[in-house]
């Protein structure tokens, strides 16, 4: 078996309970895993005593909310925190984690974009779970494209390659490669390995853009919000490893994919303003609307657009986390996808939803 | 959405949230600043940020332990640094605290500590502190966006960095 990364070890020290019992079996007979371990160890206990200041055990709770309430609440002396417009403000300051950003996820979704969380930036949305919304290839056609309403850059391509195993894909991204228990019938052989990288995007709101394509559609465009105009949103998705098992000809059976589930960060704007605006665009059927406005309200959910004509969809729970079901009105194929702790897991192929559900409950 | 409905806008759960939090906010601060005055400074603004926020009451406590370190580590970064080591003698010197460890490391070394962290990238930065005060690898990762296996290597690989800063030092002497 192959060692634990660094990161694993690290953890061992402090939060064993996180370990898998596999890699914790390891490094109990590994010489080379323990004096690792044991450096670790060491470090942190150095690093957290020349982190410890004097005690915070007495803060005194009471006396900070005296003057907290008393504060005038725009101080002259804190300029970054004056309510001013938002474009003004200080960007993480008002970036507010709000996730369900709905109309974004899907637009986004289907633009093809993921968000790059640069380290000022603080998440807005991240999806924790997935929901389906139904669209119709009419529907499709109508939403509007994002980058109509602005400047979309891919600042980050995934660059997906095949590579040798599963060590050398999670080496690529970090993520580790689940593993299936047991394969279903008919799956057989040795899967490939896919890894790709992050993608990142970031997308700045443009009044005039948006006014220009309203125009053209012969629309009139609702007002936009203050501060929006100008203000950016960045979008990251990934990084994600697959594997996959083919029959001979090269049709896939299975795929077993993880992928780090998209987040988005704004640099002003709050994230309803963002999600109101682009809910009330025109162009976006009212179908699709309603069910991203629906969906808004739950933090954290991200829309996968369903082709209605073609899957049908349902839940059901994998280990604890509900999962979405997808199963094509045809029975050839079909997939389930959950979200947890900020990884997204998939599993497809032409197989059953219960042979699928089978796959995704036994994954290690 | 207008600036005159937020301007007048404070979340009815601010006392609450601003009792439960408050040691851990300054918590944050102070393992980067290494000053509990600096540190409570750091708390009022973060709480009067979030005062104004309409982060879920769930996500509150990583929301600000997050915004306590960003502001803590941009304090640390800026030209304030000085008042700030100065600060540190001062407040270690009236508190007697009992770790072990602590008698190995001079405040020299603290100072080390302190500018190395200062110059580390910003996610190692902060993940760092956030594990150090308390946060699960969980919590880190959801609160900095990172996925839950990467949080042990983003932590270790700051230490490290700091461990080396403090060797560095130690055989020069």
Request: a negative charge.
């Amino acid at each position: 078996m192959r060692h634990p990364t660094e990161g694993v070890l690290r953890r061992l020290v402090d939060e064993p309970a996180g370990v898998s019992d596999a890699d914790r079996a390891h490094v109990a007979t590994c010489p080379s895993c323990l004096r690792a371990l044991d450096d670790a160890r060491a470090d942190a206990e150095l690093v957290g005593a020349a982190l410890t200041s004097a005690g915070t055990g007495t803060v005194d709770t009471d006396a900070a909310w005296a003057r907290f309430s008393a504060a005038p609440a725009t101080p002259a002396s804190t300029p970054a925190f004056r309510p001013a417009p938002a474009a003004a403000r200080n960007r993480w300051r008002t970036a507010v984690r709000r996730p369900a950003v709905a109309a974004l996820g899907a637009t986004v979704l289907l633009t093809g974009a993921g968000v790059a969380a640069a380290n000022d930036w603080l998440p807005i949305f991240q999806a924790e779970r997935v929901d389906p919304v139904q669209v119709t290839s009419a529907d499709l056609v109508q939403i509007p494209d994002l980058s109509a309403y602005g400047d979309l850059q891919i600042t980050r391509e995934p660059e997906p390659e095949e590579v040798a195993d599963a060590a050398a894909a999670q080496e690529r991204t970090g993520l580790e490669v689940p593993e299936v228990g047991e394969l279903p019938e008919g799956v057989t052989g040795d899967p490939t390995y896919q890894a790709a990288g992050l993608v990142e995007a970031t997308f700045t709101f443009s009044a005039d853009k948006a006014a220009q394509a309203a125009a053209a559609e012969g629309e009139v465009l609702p007002p936009s919000p203050a501060g929006l105009d100008g203000s950016t949103l960045r979008i990251q998705a990934g990084p994600g490893v697959a594997a996959m098992w083919a029959q001979p000809t090269g049709v896939p059976t299975l795929v077993v994919a993880r992928v780090g589930a998209p987040t988005v960060a704004s640099s002003g704007v709050p994230f309803e303003t963002v999600r109101d605006h682009l809910l009330s665009l025109p162009g976006l059927p009212d179908g699709v609307a309603q069910q991203l406005r629906s969906l808004s309200a739950d933090a954290g959910t991200l829309p996968l657009p369903v082709p209605a004509e073609l899957v049908t969809s349902s839940t059901a729970d994998v280990d604890g986390t509900e999962a979405t079901v997808l199963t094509s009105r045809n029975g050839l194929f079909a997939g389930v996808v959950w979200v947890e702790d900020g990884v997204m897991t998939g599993v497809a192929g032409t197989l059953s939803a219960d042979e699928l559900l089978s796959v995704a409950r036994g994954l290690r | 959405m207008s600036a005159s409905a937020t301007r007048g806008a404070v979340r009815p759960d601010l006392e609450a949230v601003f009792r439960q939090e408050y040691a851990r906010v300054v918590g944050v601060a102070a393992r980067v600043l290494g000053s509990r005055d600096q540190a409570e400074d750091v708390a009022q603004e973060v709480f009067l940020s979030f005062g104004r926020s309409a982060v879920p009451a769930g996500e509150a406590g990583g929301w600000l332990s997050v915004a306590a370190a960003h502001t803590a580590l941009n304090l640390l970064r800026s030209g304030r640094r000085r008042s700030a080591r100065e600060e540190t003698v001062a407040s270690t010197a009236d508190v007697t605290t009992p770790d072990v460890a602590d008698t190995v490391l001079t405040l020299e070394d603290r100072s080390r500590v302190r500018a190395a962290l200062a110059r580390l990238p910003a996610k190692q930065a902060t993940a760092l502190v956030l594990r150090h005060s308390g946060l699960s690898y969980a919590e880190v990762a959801t609160a900095l966006d990172l996925s839950p296996g990467s949080v042990g290597t983003t932590v270790r690989r700051a230490e490290s960095a700091l461990r080396k800063e403090l060797n560095r030092h130690a055989s020069s002497d």
